[in-house]
């Protein structure tokens, strides 16, 4: 199956602060999505992006599909943004899922 | 639409007991997912179906697990007996087609003591 390696694998902030984050895959995909997972336990869904680049609020996400990579950017973060946030692709219809990045949000 | 509904939310169930988790996809979607999420292994796939029909079961565990989709609207995923090695947060997830954006229920929480 496609392997995925997310980084850093954990990540503490001050409120404000700017991060990025890594997702490297093996092989060539036709879904890339990444999820928040909130304390709660709950997956939201924050981009589906295979390819390209996409902005929504304070979160923007590319993917350079041919050097196979995502990208995960948060700006001006906030101690809401804590939690897990997976990557994961697929080039059927598994998906196959990082072990996430760990990001805490300090006040 | 409500997304994607999991019940219970949480089960607690002693050893050798039988259990049901239970999932509704979001309507109009024919493509339904059980995960299952560990400390140990994080989420990982155990059954994939298509238009109610089971296409990739190979996720599954053992014997013991079993699931099914009688209808477009529900699936079930039965553990029977439970053992504690089987405690873990359990996802379903649906999507429109193939390669498609996917979307994740809350999730059941069993403890198997």
């Known amino acids: 199956g496609i392997q995925v390696e997310q980084s850093p694998p954990d990540l503490i902030l001050q409120e404000g602060a700017n991060s990025t984050l890594r997702c490297n895959f093996s092989?060539?995909?036709?879904?890339l999505q990444w999820f928040h997972q909130n304390p709660w336990g709950q997956l939201i869904n924050l981009f589906y992006i295979p390819s390209g680049t996409k902005q929504n609020g304070r979160l923007s996400a590319t993917t350079v599909a041919t050097e196979r990579y995502s990208l995960l950017y948060i700006s001006s973060s906030q101690t809401t943004d804590s939690g897990v946030y997976f990557c994961?692709?697929?080039?059927?219809?598994?998906?196959?899922f990082g072990a996430g990045t760990t990001v805490t949000v300090r006040a | 639409d409500a997304g994607v509904i999991q019940s219970p939310r949480h089960e607690v169930t002693e050893m050798g007991q039988e259990v049901t988790l239970r999932c509704k996809p979001i309507s109009g979607h024919n493509s339904l997912f059980w995960y299952r999420q560990t400390m140990m292994r994080g989420l990982e796939l155990l059954i994939y179906f298509n238009n109610n029909v089971p296409i990739d079961d190979s996720g599954m565990p053992e014997d013991r697990f079993s699931a099914k989709m009688p209808n477009a609207s529900f699936s079930t995923l039965k553990i029977q007996p439970s053992e504690p090695r089987d405690s873990a947060v359990y996802f379903c997830a649906s999507s429109g087609n193939v390669n498609t954006e996917a979307f994740f229920g809350q999730g059941t929480r069993l403890t198997v003591v």
């Open positions: 994961a692709v697929g080039d059927d219809y598994k998906l196959s």
């Open positions: 092989d060539s995909v036709n879904n």
